[in-house]
């Protein structure tokens, strides 16, 4: 597992549908369906025509950050990995695989939902770089330890300035 965790990788979800194009030698692809049948049954009523649901996995040194593009096309991003600022030997080259990981597959689009699950740096350290970059429409986390690092306030303090909705699970 932690082999495939080294690059980034794309995960299509779809069971209607072909498989839209591989985005290039920067992600891995493939392509899951039910185990039942080899091609996707029309007639079934949870199908719905359009593009699958995508999910690429960044490998955020000792996190790791997921993009999940929704059908619709909205975009989640659950963590935004490591702080460039923290003072370990991968850190910074950690945050800047995240970042031209995001760049490469959301290109110019927004984030819908910036989802935190804890307040650990290699978490949200990299929040403040992808609120600027990419404008999440809502920002969500924990709620606890907001005043405990300056990471963590950072990172709030970004979210807020950015008009984001603050939401809190």
């Known amino acids: 597992l932690l082999v495939l965790l080294a690059i980034p990788t794309t995960v299509l979800l779809s069971a209607c549908g072909p498989a839209p194009a591989a985005r290039g030698a920067e992600s891995q692809t493939a392509e899951l369906q039910p185990a039942a049948a080899s091609r996707p049954t029309p007639a079934a009523p949870s199908c719905q025509p359009g593009p699958p649901m995508t999910v690429h996995f960044y490998d955020a040194g000792q996190a790791l950050s997921v993009l999940v593009t929704l059908p619709d096309g909205r975009h989640i991003l659950v963590d935004a990995g490591e702080s460039p600022r923290r003072p370990c030997a991968g850190c910074k080259a950690w945050h800047q695989r995240v970042l031209d990981g995001l760049h490469a597959d959301l290109g110019t689009s927004k984030l819908d939902l910036l989802w935190i699950t804890h307040q650990h740096s290699d978490h ?46």
Request: charged content about 25%.
């Open 124 to 169: 949200l350290g990299g929040a403040p770089a992808v609120i600027e970059a990419f404008q999440p429409r809502i920002y969500t986390d924990n709620g606890l330890d907001l005043t405990k690092t300056e990471v963590v306030k950072d990172t709030r303090a970004a979210a807020i300035s950015s008009g984001a909705e603050i939401r809190v699970v």
